[in-house]
């Protein structure tokens, strides 16, 4: 670019010699070669200051390679693939603790089922015992009237 300027520069003074009116525009492309020679130098020392890591650049590449096979293979875009996966993940976090889930789940019915077999033996001790107070007063009751409990006249 800057030999381009340069020669740019050269045939502008020629013309100049040729057409004075022209030489208005010699300092602004001066300017231009100057600019653009010290961005050049300034862009010469930054890339000398890199430190390139052919390991690293290497590791860089196949990455690449390997998202933009990833994008041909499962017609995503980038966005789209960092969804997915993370869907993904949220699914086999889910299904790798189905197991404990399934077994949660086996230990709050056990606990359900002993509480409720628990309550039924309850509930029968109850009615055993009210059953054999209701069975006294109805014999009570029942007696004045000549009939016997259990359902037969004396």
Do not use: F
Not at 26 to 42: F, K, Q, Y
Not at 106 to 119: I, N, P, T, V
């Amino acid at each position: 670019m800057t030999a381009g300027l340069h020669s740019a520069a050269h045939a502008l003074e020629q013309a100049v010699a040729l057409d004075p009116s022209l030489e208005n525009a010699l300092p602004g492309l001066e300017e231009a070669r100057i600019a653009v020679d010290e961005t050049v130098r300034s862009l010469s020392r930054y890339a000398g200051s890199l430190d390139a890591d052919p390991a690293s650049l290497e590791e860089v590449e196949r990455r690449r390679d390997q998202i933009a096979r990833l994008v041909r293979k499962y017609r995503r875009d980038v966005p789209e693939l960092i969804r997915w996966r993370e869907e993904i993940g949220r699914e086999l976090l889910l299904g790798e603790d189905a197991t404990g889930a399934l077994e949660r789940a086996r230990a709050r019915l056990d606990e359900a089922r002993a509480a409720c077999l628990a309550a039924g033996r309850s509930l029968s001790r109850y009615r055993i015992v009210r059953g054999k107070e209701w069975s006294m007063v109805l014999t009570r009751e029942l007696a004045p009237l000549g009939m016997d409990a259990r359902g037969s006249s004396s």
